[in-house]
């Protein structure tokens, strides 16, 4: 059922980026495997899938343990200062940096392990309360500047999560201004790369806006039983 569901999603991705004349390469794939076992993220990279994402970073720290490297990991959930050495220690990139004080200990946990932790910048574009992600541009472009100056930082893109909405222009208005910001800071000389943002109800919208990354998790290992705890998966 994974392998099959990846194939639905990376034919749906194909057709949109054909239709908007974007390159497939491009648009990377990001397979979310919170709440999914070490088998079913094996069952997805047999499938061909190379890009795993996840939300708790303990929970990606006892998966790397078992998968080590033979994956590309994502850490992609909100992540508290105290918990940052684990997704320093196994993600190849952090999408949800969204303070100053969080910067701060990534840098300093990537410097203890002599590590260059690629990162990108969570921006809220969403008006509900209950996502994350820096408030507003003038705290953005300082806690970018801020990137500067971290020995252990490589900043690379920006992060964001739409609003849960059937509005579609609303949606699409969320993923434009994170590409626009991204165009500001570039025109600062930062050279940013990636834009992150789109999940399985709106990737569509996410690539045609721009979306180097999507985030994918249901439409890929199916619906989640959140019964269970990482720590049983």
Same mark, same amino acid.
């Given at each position: 059922?994974?392998? &099959? ?7 749906? $991705?194909?057709?949109?980026?054909? &239709? ?27 499938? /061909? ?39 320093? &220690?196994?993600? !190849?990139?952090?999408?949800?940096? !969204? ?6 200990? %990534? !840098? ?7 590590? $260059?932790?690629? $990162? ?8 509900? =309360?209950?996502?994350? /992600? ?16 971290? &020995? ?30 991204? =165009?500001?800071?570039?025109?600062? /000389? ?25 985030? %994918?998790?249901?439409? $890929?290992? /199916? ?11």
């Amino acid at each position: 059922m994974i392998a &099959k569901n990846l194939q639905f999603v990376n034919e749906r $991705i194909n057709g949109i980026c054909l &239709k908007t004349g974007r390159k497939r390469s491009d648009v990377k794939l990001i397979a979310v495997s919170k709440n999914f076992g070490s088998d079913a993220i094996s069952e997805a990279f047999n499938a /061909g899938q190379l890009e795993f994402g996840e939300n708790r970073a303990q929970e990606l720290s006892a998966k790397y343990e078992v998968l080590g490297s033979m994956v590309k990991w994502h850490f992609i959930g909100t992540l508290q200062s105290n918990k940052a050495r684990y997704a320093v &220690k196994a993600a !190849d990139l952090i999408h949800s940096i !969204d303070s100053l004080e969080l910067l701060i200990e %990534v !840098d300093k946990q990537a410097a203890k392990l002599n590590k $260059i932790q690629d $990162i990108l910048l969570q921006y809220k574009t969403s008006f509900e =309360d209950t996502k994350a /992600g820096i408030r507003t541009e003038d705290d953005l472009f300082s806690v970018a500047e801020h990137c500067r100056t971290c &020995k252990n930082i490589n900043f690379i893109g920006l992060m964001t999560i739409a609003p849960f909405v059937d509005d579609a222009a609303v949606v699409r208005n969320s993923f434009s201004t994170l590409r626009l910001l991204k =165009d500001k800071l570039n025109k600062k /000389g930062f050279n940013l790369s990636e834009l992150s943002m789109g999940m399985s109800d709106d990737f569509d919208i996410a690539i045609e806006e721009g979306a180097t990354m999507v985030r %994918v998790g249901s439409a $890929i290992f /199916g619906t989640r039983d959140y019964s269970k705890t990482w720590k049983s998966l």
